[in-house]
């Protein structure tokens, strides 16, 4: 009988130990075949918007390269703190990604959010960038940036310019400018991009700190006037506008795209959504696409992406602080 149970004993702490070692093994073994079933990638914002163009752009590439579906999912709110909440609190085993943008270190200065924009994730890479440009209604009598300092030094407080809400890109260059070329210009905010953009194609608001990828198609047609971008080259969408730093040289109003996964999110898998993230901007097909938005690829490895967030971070809180910026 005591044989018995000693045999039994042993049984059990074998079966134990072995069970332990598949729990330990399991976790390299999710990470090795990764992945094994769709990948989630939430946008934060609506359908339409630059962050969703690239983001989808981005994820049908990523399918390709890493031989699993990736699901767009749009979770817009609060300027991309809704669907930023829902990624920091995902299970952090690579099969929830985000789509971030400037949008991300701008937040921390205009809301109190329920996340750390850094702590709570782990950056992968960046996907593109895309500058603004200083657009003008053709009845200005303004046809450069120089043009445009000459007449808001002659009327502070009372040259407008529209954007399509506090904190927008659209706002924050208009901040920017302000700041650096030392003007005192007015700004006018409304709901959304596109209400902005037809109140100064009407003519209404005359001056417009937009993205190129908004704006592009207005300039083409005459119904606006680009006098500068906001990116220290020139674009190659607009060649023959000057970059606003060649009359302003500290101005650079660039929104850029990248993605990031939760924290905790295993090493290994962060290599190999960065590996097809690189590949994917290695087509030509994906070069022309971004091109097509205003935009170029950009390529930053993980920890050169994460220095950039910080450093974004610092940047943007001067202007906003400094701007006097308060989210509504």
């Not at 991300?104 to 992968?124: E, G, R, S």
């Not at 417009?208 to 990828?213: A, C, E, Y």
Request: charged share 15%; glycine share 10%; proline share 8%.
């Amino acid at each position: 009988m005591a044989a018995n149970l000693v045999v039994a004993s042993l049984i059990a702490t074998s079966l134990a130990a072995a069970g332990m070692l598949l729990a330990l093994a399991a976790p390299a073994l999710a990470q090795s075949d990764y992945p094994n079933r769709p990948v989630r990638l939430i946008i934060p914002f609506p359908p339409g918007g630059s962050n969703d163009v690239v983001g989808r752009m981005i994820g049908t590439a990523l399918s390709d390269k890493l031989g699993k579906q990736v699901i767009i999912d749009n979770r817009a709110g609060a300027g991309g703190v809704v669907g930023t909440e829902i990624a920091a609190h995902a299970p952090p085993d690579g099969y929830t990604l985000l789509v971030i943008s400037l949008a991300h270190a701008v937040n921390p200065w205009l809301y109190k959010l329920p996340y750390d924009p850094i702590k709570d994730f782990v950056p992968i890479g960046i996907m593109g960038a895309g500058p603004n440009v200083v657009v003008v209604h053709p009845s200005l009598p303004v046809h450069s940036i120089k043009e445009l300092f000459d007449l808001a030094k002659k009327q502070p407080g009372e040259l407008q310019y529209a954007s399509a809400g506090i904190g927008s890109f659209q706002h924050l260059g208009g901040e920017l400018f302000k700041l650096e070329a030392g003007v005192d210009i007015l700004h006018v905010p409304f709901k959304g991009g596109g209400p902005s953009m037809i109140d100064v194609i009407g003519g209404h608001t005359k001056v417009m700190f937009s993205s190129l990828v908004q704006t592009t198609p207005h300039i083409k047609t005459g119904k606006l006037r680009a006098i500068g971008v906001g990116s220290k080259e020139r674009s190659k969408v607009l060649p023959d506008v000057p970059s606003v730093s060649e009359t302003v040289p500290t101005y650079e109003a660039v929104n850029w795209w990248g993605i990031v996964a939760p924290a905790g999110t295993p090493q290994p898998i962060i290599d190999k959504v960065y590996a097809a993230l690189t590949a994917a901007q290695d087509s030509p097909e994906v070069e022309k696409q971004f091109a097509t938005e205003g935009a170029v690829v950009m390529r930053k490895s993980p920890a050169e992406f994460g220095a950039y967030m910080v450093s974004e971070m610092k940047k943007w809180e001067q202007v906003v602080k400094k701007g006097g910026i308060k989210a509504e």
